[in-house]
């Protein structure tokens, strides 16, 4: 073990006690006052401590337990922080059983056509996962202010998309990470697993503005559903990928063009379900399917033939997820915003989010 993972207490004979930690935390250093414990203590490596003369046997040893319980545990969480320097540190690592994740957005999809949709794929999915139709745009209900809080795992006052169209943060960002973005899911994934494979496949190009297109391996645009899917089930069988989103235009280019709520609409809502299920032969046929976390996620939904309004029906969307470690057949009752997608996948990438996050992991949809 590398040095500075080394903690360990020792007590000397004699009218003194000695407590002694190797870690990068500094020398520790008691106040004393007239109690009969120590009142203040500010820790660093090669800490002495001698007995004061009115701390008296069982006093005594309880406080000095105490403190060697407490070197301990510094010394340990040091060791957790110092991985370069500590073979013996916890590395990031998906959730047991998770070795895929497969983000598939639709835009447009409107939580109000879920019951009444000819959707069979999803539904099925639904039912050995979790689903929430309740799960909340940030305002405005558009396009690339909800996607990139999707990604972000913040709204558009921090991240600064603020427009269907946004291709920069306006406001500005209130962090920018070193892909010159504010942070999203794709860079800490890559900081947490430098050798991933990770792709982005999408039809409509305000995608590429909206993630760090420097952490991905590959990413690309195609121009129709059905190119979309058999560009993104190759990427599936060729690279076996950690993590990939794959973003489809529809049914939104139907709902601004016949209306939502239309049988036009509903017709397009069958096709991405149609889709859907290509993907899932993919996985099949690239032996993902079992350890694969598949989500399901949309930006907004609609009324008329617009949206970015304040009404449910442009608000809410369809949250899905299954896979393993995924309850089975649970309808979410957690309120559920766009950027708690962000969240939940780092909880199952096993990565930490950044302090600037507003979202929180979906806790409820995994398994106990």
């Not at 998770?98 to 039912?127: M, S, T």
């Not at 503005?209 to 952490?215: G, I, K, M, P, T």
């Not at 915003?337 to 996948?345: F, G, I, M, S």
């Amino acid at each position: 073990m590398s040095p500075v993972c080394q903690t360990h207490a020792t007590v000397e004979t004699g009218g003194k006690r000695q407590l002694t930690m190797e870690s990068p935390v500094g020398s520790i250093a008691f106040m004393r006052c007239n109690t009969s414990v120590p009142s203040a203590a500010v820790f660093s490596p090669g800490m002495s401590l001698t007995r004061p003369g009115h701390l008296r046997g069982s006093w005594w040893r309880l406080v000095r337990s105490g403190l060697a319980a407490l070197a301990l545990s510094v010394g340990l969480s040091a060791c957790r922080t110092a991985a370069p320097h500590c073979p013996e540190a916890v590395q990031p690592r998906p959730l047991p059983g998770v070795k895929h994740v497969l983000l598939i957005g639709f835009d447009g999809f409107g939580a109000y056509a879920w019951e009444r949709a000819e959707i069979p794929n999803l539904k099925a999915l639904a039912a050995r996962g979790a689903l929430s139709l309740k799960a909340r745009a940030v305002l405005p209900s558009a396009s690339a202010a909800n996607w990139a809080t999707h990604l972000m795992g913040a709204g558009t006052e921090l991240h600064g998309y603020t427009e269907w169209n946004s291709r920069t943060s306006m406001p500005p960002a209130r962090v920018v990470s070193k892909y010159g973005l504010f942070p999203g899911i794709f860079g800490l994934v890559r900081e947490a697993y430098p050798t991933a494979e990770m792709g982005v496949l999408y039809e409509w190009d305000g995608i590429h503005y909206l993630f760090e297109n420097e952490a991905v391996n590959f990413e690309k645009q195609e121009k129709s559903p059905a190119a979309l899917t058999a560009g993104t089930a190759r990427y599936l069988l060729e690279k076996k990928p950690l993590f990939t989103f794959v973003c489809y235009d529809q049914p939104d280019a139907v709902g601004h063009g016949e209306g939502h709520d239309t049988p036009q609409y509903y017709d397009m809502l069958k096709n991405c379900d149609a889709e859907v299920g290509k993907l899932l032969d993919a996985l099949t046929a690239a032996g993902m399917a079992q350890d694969t976390i598949i989500m399901l996620i949309s930006d907004h939904g609609g009324l008329d033939k617009g949206h970015g309004g304040k009404t449910l029906q442009e608000m809410e969307t369809p949250w899905l997820i299954a896979g393993p470690g995924i309850q089975r057949g649970h309808p979410i009752a957690a309120s559920i915003v766009h950027y708690d997608t962000a969240a939940t996948l780092a909880r199952i990438f096993g990565v930490r989010p950044p302090q600037v996050w507003t979202g929180r992991a979906v806790r409820e949809v995994f398994a106990r």
